[in-house]
């Protein structure tokens, strides 16, 4: 069974920075695809950062040359750095992961962390 956990959320001040983690159960080096998303509230959830198994990146617009985001294959972790943070980054983060099984893709998710950026 795939289990998706992050940490790293927290309260943080504007102009500061957070490491998000997101431990899985599995092994992440044969994932199609694993990302982070962040919910605001009264928000849609939407993406941040994706990172594909061949290592190809992206990024929203609003978190371009803010967030990087990477993993470690050895650990099974992907993280996100999130430097000059923002109030309008509040929002819950979770983790996502798909990868395919045998016929279907399969997409999980974490429980989420949630981030506060605030004086």
């Known amino acids: 069974q795939v289990r998706l956990v992050e940490s790293g959320g927290g309260l943080v001040q504007p102009g500061g920075s957070l490491r998000l983690s997101c431990a899985a159960s599995?092994?992440?080096?044969?994932?199609?695809?694993m990302g982070w998303y962040r919910q605001a509230p009264g928000k849609q959830r939407e993406l941040v950062s994706a990172?594909?198994?061949?290592?190809?990146?992206n990024y929203a617009d609003s978190v371009k040359e803010r967030f990087t985001i990477s993993r470690d294959i050895t650990m099974n972790t992907m993280y996100l750095q999130m430097n000059l943070l923002k109030p309008e980054d509040t929002a819950v983060y979770y983790c996502?992961?798909?990868?395919?099984?045998?016929?279907?893709?399969?997409?999980?998710w974490g429980q989420g962390t949630p981030v506060t950026v605030s004086s």
């Open positions: 996502s992961m798909a990868r395919t099984e045998g016929r279907r893709t399969a997409a999980y």
């Open positions: 599995v092994s992440i080096f044969s994932t199609d695809v």
């Open positions: 990172i594909t198994s061949a290592g190809n990146i």
